[in-house]
């Protein structure tokens, strides 16, 4: 036998053991992923026994969101909050409860709760004093309360808190870091092309603080929401609204009363009911339920049901769109263009469905994706079928682009919405590479070559035509605005420049029809379409096998790195913003993105 057919043997049989264990870890994989989709359906179909006098546990772990996303590494590096509960899930466990005759109280723990959009708060708010007025109990618990936590808990019976806790109500505010004074040092020139008195998503980089134009608007806001705030949570309390303001305001002078003493401050202003340390938590939460030596109760994990879609009859699609708006395609926490219009020309084509509600939640992105999704939106309104627009936390600037011609808006009354405006912004480093001497030259054909060279900078001629481009673009936008409410033209000029509008004085302009939230929005649809009967579904990109089980190992070992120190802080914010950055891809580097809108305020 020859050398070379001996190598050539050997090479053979390692190419079948590599081909062999190919095949068996794609066969392995495939078994995981039936596993894990069999444990998703599992989990949460009452597979807990529920006894009699039994208390629901709502622990709302995390950030609450309109549609749960993939885990992203690199939030998990840097420290960002992983666990998040869906809106969704939490209303349909409460609603379940308020109907379940096992269930007598309701245990609100909010100590492991993250931000909530004020609009979100509101509807949590409404299930849960629909809970109470079914004559069932609510016990609100926690070892402190920031502002969000304190808001659901005002619904409670009884609120308790730890002999050392807090109950922190800092008002709201927005705040973000300007660059302008480091980007002058480094000599890097920041290009801007924009139409709207009020568009100021590029100052942090043009500027070193805040323009008088932004100030005004953006304090007009947070005022007004903590007036929202203010006149929800004084009347659950029983507390006079100034006396909840100046618990705010005045909160280190009244700490001197109490001797610095946090929860006696607390008790004694009428804020918690009860101060508990573990122990006596416990006895006293064994009391609540029947379980005599126990605390009875049943989880939202284990209660909720299983959200599956209906496999028969005419449906109102639900299109959750969350997140910032991209060219191309894009995973769930972002609105891809292609990937949305994929979602809806499914739809279109589809005879099961009678009515389309999207759920937006969204401060905008790419002006062209924008487009893009608004026009096979109204693809599906020229077959007839209705849409509707359900606006959740936020629906702005590009979110409000995409629900303008929408046959109606609904939007709660805290939803940040309006910013119509445009801008391009375009970073350029000629004078940085100057300064250690590197310098970019070269010869083209005409004014427009290399006139957008990160390197080189924007050329005379192509900074008129981006411009002439933004105007353009704002044009259009006020034109879609204006046909698709309904207004005159010189009504949007005047409500547009990019200024940020509350659902509520939304409303007063005519930018959206009605005040609700989704559950009207869904049966104001199957209403334009005539549906007397009707199944709700959801219809959304699915989760990657790499997202669910990123998603799957992290719920398993209950991975949560803590934001509660200045590390978490700094990198979920770096995050969060370079990730924002990084995501805006459109092909002309126009944008109609909120900027106050993605914060938290």
């Known amino acids: ?52 006098g039994s208390a629901l546990l709502l622990e709302t772990d995390g950030t609450i969101v309109e549609q749960a996303g993939g885990q992203d590494p690199l939030a998990v590096l840097a420290g960002a909050s992983l666990r998040e509960t869906p809106l969704r899930d939490i ?63 005002s619904f409670a019976d009884e609120v308790v808190m730890h002999p050392l806790g807090e109950v922190a109500l800092t008002g709201y505010g927005t705040y973000r870091n300007y660059y302008g004074g480091l980007l002058d040092r480094l000599k890097v020139n920041i290009h801007v092309f924009r139409v709207g008195t009020y568009k100021s998503f590029v100052e942090p980089y043009t500027s070193t603080g805040m323009s008088e134009a932004a100030r005004q608007a953006n304090q007009a806001m947070i005022d007004r929401l903590w007036r929202s705030f203010v006149e929800r949570v004084a009347p659950n309390r029983g507390i006079e609204p100034a006396k909840l303001v100046a618990y705010a305001n005045q909160y280190d002078q009244l700490l001197r009363g109490t001797g610095g003493d946090t929860a006696r401050l607390a008790l004694e202003y009428g804020l918690v009911d009860q101060l508990f ?49 991209v060219m191309g395609d894009a995973p769930r926490g972002f609105i891809g263009a292609d ?91 000629e004078e940085t590479l100057g300064e250690i001497g590197v310098n970019r030259d070269g010869v083209g054909t005409g004014p427009f070559v290399g006139a957008l060279d990160p390197i080189g900078g924007v050329g005379e001629a192509m900074a008129r035509a981006l411009q002439s481009n933004v105007e353009y673009g704002y044009r259009r936008f006020v034109d ?80 949560e790195p803590s934001t509660r120190g200045l590390h978490g802080t700094l990198g979920e914010l770096l995050v969060r913003e370079l ?12 944008y109609a993105l909120c900027e106050t809108c993605p914060g938290r305020y």
Do not use: C
């Open 579 to 590: 990730g924002q950055l990084g995501s805006l891809n459109d092909p002309q580097h126009l």
């Open 91 to 153: 209303l349909s466990v409460i609603d379940k409860a308020s109907g379940d005759d096992r269930v007598d109280a309701l245990v609100l723990d909010t100590s492991s709760l993250g931000y909530v959009a004020p609009a979100q708060l509101e509807v949590i708010g409404n299930a849960l004093e629909a809970f109470r007025g079914g004559g069932k109990t609510i016990l609100a618990k926690s070892d402190f309360y920031n502002r969000d936590q304190y808001y659901l808990a």
């Open 339 to 429: 990937t949305a219009s994929r979602l809806l020309s499914d739809l279109r084509e589809d005879p099961q469905v009678g009515a389309v509600v999207l759920r937006i939640d969204s401060g905008g992105g790419s002006a062209f994706a924008s487009e893009q999704i608004r026009a096979e939106i109204a693809r599906i309104q020229s077959e007839d079928t209705p849409v509707v627009v359900s606006m959740a936390g936020t629906a702005a600037s590009g979110g409000y682009w995409i629900a303008a011609t929408a046959d109606e808006i609904w939007a709660a009354p805290t939803t940040v919405t309006g910013s119509i405006g445009i801008f391009a912004i375009v970073p350029t480093f």
């Open 480 to 559: 879609l605005v204006a046909e698709g409410r309904g207004l005159a033209t010189e009504d949007v000029e005047g409500i547009a420049q990019g200024r940020v509008w509350l659902g509520v004085d939304a409303l007063e302009h005519g930018l959206v029809d009605q005040l609700g939230h989704l559950d009207e929005a869904i049966a104001s649809a199957a209403a334009l379409a005539g549906l007397d009967r009707y199944q709700v579904r959801y219809v959304e990109e699915p989760l990657t096998t790499q997202e669910i089980l990123m998603r799957q190992f992290l719920d398993d070992i209950g991975f």
């Open 1 to 52: 036998m020859s050398i070379v057919s001996v190598v050539g043997k050997v090479f053979s049989g390692i190419s079948r053991a590599f081909a062999f264990a190919r095949v068996t870890l794609a066969n392995l994989l495939v078994v995981l992923v039936v596993v894990l989709v069999v444990m998703v359906f599992v989990s949460g179909t009452g597979r807990v026994e529920v006894s009699d």
């Open 277 to 325: 340390d573990p122990e006596a938590l416990s006895k006293h939460l064994n009391g609540l339920t029947a379980g005599k030596d126990s605390f009875a109760h049943v989880a939202l994990g284990d209660y909720v049901d299983p959200h599956l879609p209906p496999l028969f009859g005419t449906s109102v699609a639900v299109v959750p769109l969350t997140g910032t708006i």
